[in-house]
Structure formats: C-alpha cells, structure tokens
C-alpha cells in the first residue's frame, strides 16, 4: 500500500497541509482531502480512509491545544450522543454501503441544510433564531457521525451546525476542533476492527505531522485576519463546492 508514485507523494503531502488548515482556520477544505488522499491510493480507497483519520487526529491535537478556551462547550458536547450511535450506524453500514451511493446523499443533505440556512439568514437577518430544538442538534450530530465513519467527511454537516449557533469564527474553530478530537478517537476502534488503522498507516502519518503543523500554522495566521462576516460567507461556500462535488 506504501509504494506511493511521486504523484502520490505529493497527494499525501497536500492533504497534510489541508488537514492544518481545515483544523485551524479554514473548516470546509476537509471535504478535498478523502478525494485526495483516494487518487493518492487508487488501489487501496478503503484503507486511505484510516490513513486520513490518523491525521485528522494529529490536526485535531494541534487545534485543541491552541484553542483549548474557546470551545462553547454546550454546542460540542450536545450532538455527540447522537454523533456516537451515527459512527456505530456508519460502521455497520460501511458493508452495505460504497462511496458512491453515500456521496450524493450527502451532497443533497447538505446543499438542503445550506439552503434552509440561507433562508432563515435571509428573512430574519441576525433575528433569525438560534434552533435550540434538541431534535437539530440529534439530527446534526447523527448525520455528522455516520458521514465521518465512512468517508471522514462530516465537515460541511458541522458547517451548518455551526453556522445555526452563530458562533464567533474563534468559538466556532474551537469548538469544531473538541467535537471532532473526541469523534475521531471514537472512531479509532472501529477503524482498527475494520484494519483501516495499521501500524504501516500510523507511520506514514507521523511522517505527515511537519506538513499538518505547517497548514495548522498558516490557518490560525488566516483566521486572524479574515473578518467574521467573510469567514461565514467562506465556509458557506466551500461547503456549498463540497456538496456540489459530492453530487458528480
């Protein structure tokens, strides 16, 4: 599985600096690292997957200890039940379900949670409330639970959920780093039964942690300087191309 190209060695290496970025300063751009890191791996798509994950958790180690006071710890610790019983779905379906039949519903999923979104923003501007219904953040946290087991792709899901809450981009980075810490280990053992995670695949991502600290750093430098009103329009937007991708 490990005698990437050269062409592949860079795919790797991109997805590495994405994975920073996306932990610290741009949510969104972790939807192009499953493709990325599975043309990386044409051969070995599953297994490509626990090789992410393993990153995405080093990301996650990075963003939480740089922003481990600005979690809203309410909105991390509220979708997580449900986000549990998503990954234990997610596990039993990925048997059931490929990539191909998951990713355009999730493309739909998506794009229709960003258009109720832009509907609610659009008609009651900043009146427009804050669901507080424990039904959205069960359905938030399931469906962002089943999506990260089987494609490690619920970042456009948290978008939304994010976004609903109107969360400051510091709070919203913060607390989008604690959920995803803690739903990512608890996809470990999971990934391990199904040997997606190896020791082969824990090396090469230890190999990738120079890259992910340097995305991590050019993300907090972005966040520091793009204005809330244009963080929100950007990661509506990425999610919107993610969603739109994961149609074709």
Known sequence: MFELTSAGWILVGVSAVLVGLSKT?????????????AMAFPEHVRQSTGILLGMLILGDLFATGYYRQNAEWKHVLRPLPPAMVGIVAGWLAMDYVSDA????????????????????????GEDAPIPGQWWFAALMGFTA????????AAGPVMIIYLLAMRLPKVAFIGTSAWFFFVVN??????????????IESVKLDLMMLPLIVLGAVAGILFLRRIPQKVFNSVVQILAAAAAVKLLF
């Open 185 to 198: 280990w608890l996809k470990v053992p999971f990934s391990i039964h199904l040997n997606l995670i190896t």
């Open 101 to 124: 039949q998951l990713q355009p519903i999730m493309g739909v999923i998506v794009l229709g949670m960003l258009a109720v979104n832009y509907w609610r923003t659009r008609m009651r």
């Open 145 to 152: 639970g089943f999506t990260t087991m089987m494609a490690n």
């Open 25 to 37: 300063g741009i949510p969104g751009l972790g939807i192009l690292m499953a493709p990325l890191m």
